[in-house]
């Protein structure tokens, strides 16, 4: 069982940055995919970024392309997401994510079985 740690949240104003860590406990065939969801109070849980293990693919949610950057330290095992010029609307508990495949068009959590247990973001104005 592959278990995944978050780390990095925090509190920030708009404009700022954060980033984010995920440590896997280890990285298999079952976690060729590794992403980051985020879940809003009274919203549904959406895929913000995710990459291969290998590094030749990303994705990104139109929301945060531009802003967002995932990447990843294999020598870890972790996957990090850097967030800059947040915003209000970033505030939300992210969530990082393993399964096998990475999305090609939408991002969606039944992709992934394998979830950490969430760190907050909050951005103010």
């Known amino acids: 069982q592959v278990q995944l740690v978050e780390s990095g949240g925090g509190s920030v104003q708009s404009g700022g940055s954060l980033r984010l860590s995920c440590a896997a406990s280890e990285y298999t065939y079952s976690t060729n995919c590794m992403g980051w969801f985020r879940q809003a109070p009274g919203k549904e849980r959406e895929g913000v970024a995710a990459?291969?293990?290998?590094?030749?693919?990303?994705w990104y949610a139109a929301s945060v392309k531009g802003r967002f950057t995932i990447s990843q330290d294999n020598a870890k095992n972790t996957v990090y997401l850097q967030m800059n010029s947040l915003k209000p609307e970033d505030t939300a508990m992210y969530y990082c994510?393993?399964?096998?495949?990475?999305?090609?068009?939408?991002?969606?959590?039944?992709?992934?079985?394998?979830w950490g247990h969430g760190t907050q973001v909050t951005v103010s104005s």
């Open positions: 994510a393993a399964g096998r495949f990475c999305p090609q068009a939408t991002m969606l959590t039944r992709q992934f079985p394998y």
């Open positions: 990459a291969t293990t290998s590094g030749g693919y990303t």
